[in-house]
């Protein structure tokens, strides 16, 4: 649980920023559209308070719909007999006492490896989405007065938590995927307190950072198969090293490239040109 809640709340922080990010240069209020036939500006007659009535009404259902089957449908089952496998014998199979970091880098280690495989494709794709972009000159920084102390204060202290959380994932919450969010919240500061004049290229390139995960990830699945054992098996080797360790900083330089192509790509936005 500690490791599903620490990642809905990074993702969610992170959703919110670059929703910032994408949103910032629409116009403070939006102009009501005119309708066919209709002479100015469409008012909100109440016909069309009505229709906004109607609008939130769904949605609030939709909404009580939702918990009520999260409510309903979760939580209420017995362990499962994978659940009771997983709690018994990860430790003793692994060597780690996070089961839920065992269970995506080591028991199911080629499931996570095409997932952040997909994760990659999503960044080429914005990549090419985007290929126009250019910072636009002069673009004043919204946040930059207040962001601007707190980003030169902070990014160290957060990229600091981030490298304990990967180190410590195997036996405490934390991990690569996690480890990565946190890193990527230094990076969105750093858009957000900077503007159109800061480039999340400089000193973090996306490319070689997916590109490197993905080769390590690969790479240890291919070394462990040399040394006789199975695609992505664990292996601990010396200093208390393991390959889980290896494949979760795999895990963790693939999703910071992620983070830092969505960043860069939607800091640019607004000077996207076809």
Request: glycine share 18%; proline share 9%.
């Given at each position: 649980a500690p490791d599903v809640a620490l990642t809905l709340l990074l993702v969610e922080i992170l959703t919110a920023v670059v929703a910032a990010l994408a949103l910032r240069g629409l116009p403070s209020r939006l102009t009501p559209v005119r309708r066919s036939g209709e002479p100015g500006r469409r008012s909100w007659a109440p016909g069309h308070r009505s229709e906004a009535l109607r609008a939130g009404v769904l949605a609030g259902l939709a909404g009580l719909a939702a918990a009520a089957g999260t409510f309903a449908l979760t939580g209420r089952r017995d362990l499962s007999t994978a659940g009771e496998y997983y709690l018994d014998a990860a430790e003793e199979a692994t060597g780690g006492r996070n089961v839920v970091n065992t269970i995506l880098v080591d028991f199911r280690g080629l499931d996570t490896l095409g997932e952040i495989s997909v994760l990659a494709s999503v960044a080429l794709g914005l990549t090419l989405l985007f290929a126009g972009a250019r910072p636009v000159a002069g673009r004043p920084a919204p946040y930059e007065s207040l962001l601007g102390?707190?980003?030169?204060?902070?990014?160290?202290?957060?990229?600091?938590?981030?490298?304990?959380?990967?180190?410590?994932?195997?036996?405490?919450?934390?991990?690569?995927?996690?480890?990565?969010?946190?890193?990527?919240?230094?990076?969105?500061?750093?858009?957000?307190?900077?503007?159109?004049?800061?480039?999340?290229?400089?000193?973090?390139?996306?490319?070689?950072?997916?590109?490197?995960?993905?080769?390590?990830?690969?790479?240890?699945?291919?070394?462990?198969?040399?040394?006789?054992?199975?695609?992505?098996?664990?292996?601990?080797?010396?200093?208390?090293?393991?390959t889980s360790l290896l494949f979760d900083a795999g895990v963790f330089l693939l999703v910071l490239g992620v983070m830092v192509t969505v960043v860069n790509r939607f800091s640019l936005a607004e000077g996207f040109t076809p």
């Open positions: 102390p707190a980003q030169r204060l902070l990014a160290p202290t957060i990229v600091a938590l981030s490298l304990y959380l990967l180190l410590r994932g195997h036996d405490e919450p934390g991990g690569g995927f996690i480890a990565a969010l946190v890193s990527g919240m230094a990076v969105a500061l750093g858009a957000l307190s900077g503007g159109g004049r800061f480039r999340v290229a400089r000193g973090l390139r996306p490319a070689p950072l997916i590109a490197t995960g993905l080769l390590v990830c690969a790479g240890v699945g291919l070394a462990v198969m040399a040394a006789g054992h199975p695609f992505l098996a664990p292996v601990k080797g010396p200093f208390g090293l393991s």
